[in-house]
T-cell receptor
Framework: KAGVTQTPRYLIKTRGQQVTLSCSPI?????VSWYQQTPGQGLQFLFE???????NKGNFPGRFSGRQFSNSRSEMNVSTLELGDSALYLC????????????FGNGTRLTVT | QKEVEQNSGPLSVPEGAIASLNCTYS??????FFWYRQYSGKSPELIMF????GDKEDGRFTAQLNKASQYVSLLIRDSQPSDSATYLC??????????FGKGTRLHILP
């Protein structure tokens, strides 16, 4: 079974631009979560989607948004990029909500210059 | 969001010894707990999950959960150099979000 697929793997953007990251979950997984990982803050929860609905949102500004499609694929968007948005963005999927672990993709490395 | 606390390390353990990684949490409503391993430049990979008090063993790994003390640990027996990585502890909170600690760096000394 294929794992979680994230595209692109690397992105370089300039301040003020926007970016869209894509995530395809493991087949059959309906929950998709997004995390931002930086050396100083570790893994920070962004949001979680289940059946096209955002069920949880972390403490990030409104510039960070996401959505999930009917096939469970998910995208996240960051508008008006700031230097501090440079990070590894990780998508993870899970089979269901209760007690299910997350399975991570390889991540998208975003660099904002 | 309630924290998950881990010692950042590095924790240095001789090859062949037992590595003990610890994690505490502050939300008594947490139901399930996870240990992930992350190699430098890679994404986290699941090692084990546990949601009942007591021990859970899988090969060289044992997860231990004590909900009364709000403590979860991971033991790695017969440590190998390939076990050198950052270990992330995580819990699923009341809202079903999975919250991660900042990780403990483990270094196995050959």
């Amino acid at each position: 079974k294929a794992g979680v697929t994230q595209t692109p793997r690397y992105l370089i953007k300039t301040r003020g631009q926007q970016v869209t990251l894509s995530c395809s979950p493991i087949s059959g997984h309906r929950s998709v979560s997004w995390y931002q990982q930086t050396p100083g803050q570790g893994l920070q929860f962004l949001f979680e989607y289940f059946s096209e609905t955002q069920r949880n949102k972390g403490n990030f500004p409104g510039r960070f948004s996401g959505r999930q499609f009917s096939n469970s694929r998910s995208e996240m968007n960051v508008s008006t990029l700031e230097l501090g948005d440079s990070a590894l963005y990780l998508c993870a999927s899970s089979l269901s909500l209760q007690n299910s672990p997350l399975h991570f993709g390889n991540g998208t490395r975003l660099t904002v210059t | 969001q309630k924290e998950v606390e881990q010692n950042s390390g590095p924790l240095s353990v001789p090859e062949g010894a037992i590595a003990s990684l610890n994690c505490t949490y502050s939300d008594r409503g947490s139901q399930s707990f996870f240990w992930y391993r992350q190699y430098s430049g890679k994404s986290p990979e699941l090692i084990m999950f546990i949601y009942s008090n007591g021990d859970k063993e899988d090969g060289r790994f044992t997860a231990q959960l004590n909900k009364a003390s709000q403590y979860v640990s991971l033991l790695i027996r017969d440590s190998q150099p390939s076990d050198s990585a950052t270990y992330l502890c995580a819990r699923r909170d009341r809202d079903d979000k999975i919250i991660f600690g900042k990780g403990t760096r483990l270094h196995i000394l050959p």
